[in-house]
């Protein structure tokens, strides 16, 4: 059990529960089928952090006004996904810290979004990761607890289904959700979807199976066990995700 996290184990009581699970994880009805493999993401810039000669940026870089506005005042941790363009599956992910007025950038990873890419209005089974910014309130997986701040729910339940290709199925051994159209403070299982399925759900961070999502962001093993040991509740943690150009404006 993390620091200050509330423990929680959701257990599947019915097959139609697990149907249910299976049929909403990572924002769809199934996985992205194998597209490219993980490549080089264009990098990040390490901005001011560790680096007495450059000042500390005061904003998230890369992220406009219409983005940067919607990051809580009280957020003291951002991982931020830059998606390297609006229909690509490939994208990096940066950790923030915020310390006083500035912004630490912490560490960074390759990743992947949606196969088909980006969108601002996301809906069920368009196999695009949506653009925005939201809270990360809840963890889980297949695994047990590694230690994660955020109340984190173990359960057999969350495990991708096996007709899925082999190289999908420990992607959901560590998840933290992302609350897209979802119950804030409920495990990243609640199929519970506030503005109704069509608008899409089950989004999550995940561990990476080396190409695009059905709508997930993925990462590293050690960045997801990187991840659920230090984001903090406490720090208000939210995500802004989106491909460069959205971002950006």
């Known amino acids: ?34 597209g490219a493999g993980p490549t080089s993401a264009t990098p990040v810039p390490r901005t001011g952090a560790g680096d007495a000669s450059v000042d500390r940026p005061t904003r998230i870089p890369g992220v406009g006004d219409r983005l940067q506005k919607r990051i809580p005042a009280n957020s003291r941790q951002v991982v931020a996904v830059y998606g390297d363009g609006r229909n690509s599956a490939d994208a990096t992910v940066v950790l923030y810290a915020r310390q006083g007025s500035g912004w630490d950038r912490v560490r960074g990873w390759p990743a992947h979004n949606g196969k088909k890419g980006w969108t ?26 590694p230690g994660a701040r955020l109340p984190y729910t173990r359960s057999a339940a969350i495990a991708a289904p096996r007709w899925w290709p082999r190289s999908y199925w420990h992607d959901f051994d560590y998840v933290i959700a992302v609350d897209y159209n979802r119950v804030e403070g409920s495990p990243p299982n609640n199929q519970t979807r506030p503005e109704g399925y069509a608008k899409g759900g089950g989004i999550w961070l995940h561990m ?27 720090r208000h943690p939210v995500v802004v ?9």
Do not use: K, N, Q, W
């Open 1 to 34: 059990m993390g620091d200050g996290g509330v423990r929680r184990i959701a257990v599947a009581t019915t097959a139609v529960a697990a149907l249910l699970l299976l049929l909403g994880a990572c924002g769809g009805s199934g996985p992205a089928r194998a």
């Open 120 to 145: 601002t209005d996301h809906h069920e089974g368009d196999r695009r990761s949506p653009v925005g910014v939201f809270t990360l309130s809840d963890a889980g997986g297949v695994l047990p607890d």
């Open 208 to 234: 990476d199976h080396g190409s695009g999502t059905s709508a997930c962001v993925s990462v590293s093993r050690p960045a997801m066990r990187y991840l659920l040991r230090t984001l903090d509740p406490d």
């Open 241 to 249: 995700m989106g491909d460069r150009a959205d971002l950006a404006a």
